[in-house]
C-alpha cells in the first residue's frame, strides 16, 4: 500500500454517521427527472459542519451537476475549502462511486487520503456475509479514499513541479 493510501485521520463512528447522514438527506433534493436517479452527498468539515449536495439535472443534458460537485461548489462558495470526509448514496442497493468528472473535482480541494463512504439506499443495513470485498464493513457502507478511486492522479501540485522552458 503506497502512503496515499493510508487513511490519515480516523473519524469517530459518530462524524461517519452523520456525513453518512447527511448524503441520505440530501438525496431528498434531488433533481432527476431525466434519468431517474436520485444522489446525495454530503462533506464534512474539519469543524464539523455537514454540507449536502444533490444531482440537479437539466433538460439540456450536458448542463448537469452531480451531488458531488453540488457539495464542493455550495462549500468553497461559502469560504469552506477543507474536508475531512464524503459520503455518497442513491436510491439503490449497489454502492455508487463518484463518476471520473467528480473524482477529479474531488482532486483539487480533498486529500488523497480522504475517507469516502459509499452508503446502501436502505442505509444501515448488514450485508457483511454476501460481501467478498474487506471494505464494506459490518453496516454495509463501502469505505475507500480518493486515492484509491484516482490513482497516478493530476492535481494542482504538479502544476508546481519545475519545468524546462
Ligand atoms: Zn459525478
Do not use: W
Not at 427527472?33 to 436520485?38: A, C, M
Amino acid at each position: 500500500m503506497s502512503p496515499q493510501n493510508v487513511v490519515a485521520l480516523e473519524l469517530s463512528l459518530e462524524d461517519r454517521e452523520r456525513v453518512i447522514q447527511g448524503a441520505l438527506q440530501a438525496k431528498e433534493s434531488a433533481y432527476s427527472p431525466y434519468s431517474k436517479f436520485r444522489v446525495g452527498a454530503a462533506l464534512l468539515t474539519p469543524s464539523g459542519e455537514i454540507i449536502q449536495g444533490c444531482n440537479v439535472e437539466n433538460a439540456s443534458y450536458g448542463g448537469t451537476i452531480c451531488a458531488e460537485r453540488t457539495a464542493l461548489v455550495k462549500a468553497i462558495s461559502e469560504g469552506k475549502k477543507t474536508f475531512v470526509a464524503l459520503a455518497v448514496t442513491s436510491d439503490v442497493a449497489a454502492h455508487i462511486s463518484p463518476c471520473g468528472i467528480c473524482r477529479q473535482f474531488i482532486r483539487e480541494f480533498c486529500a488523497l487520503s480522504m475517507p469516502i463512504y459509499l452508503a446502501p439506499s436502505d442505509h444501515p443495513a448488514s450485508r457483511k456475509s454476501e460481501e467478498e470485498d474487506k471494505n464494506v464493513k459490518a453496516d454495509g457502507v463501502l469505505e475507500t479514499t480518493l486515492g484509491e478511486l484516482l490513482p497516478y492522479s493530476f492535481g494542482p501540485e504538479q502544476l508546481e513541479l519545475p519545468r524546462k522552458s
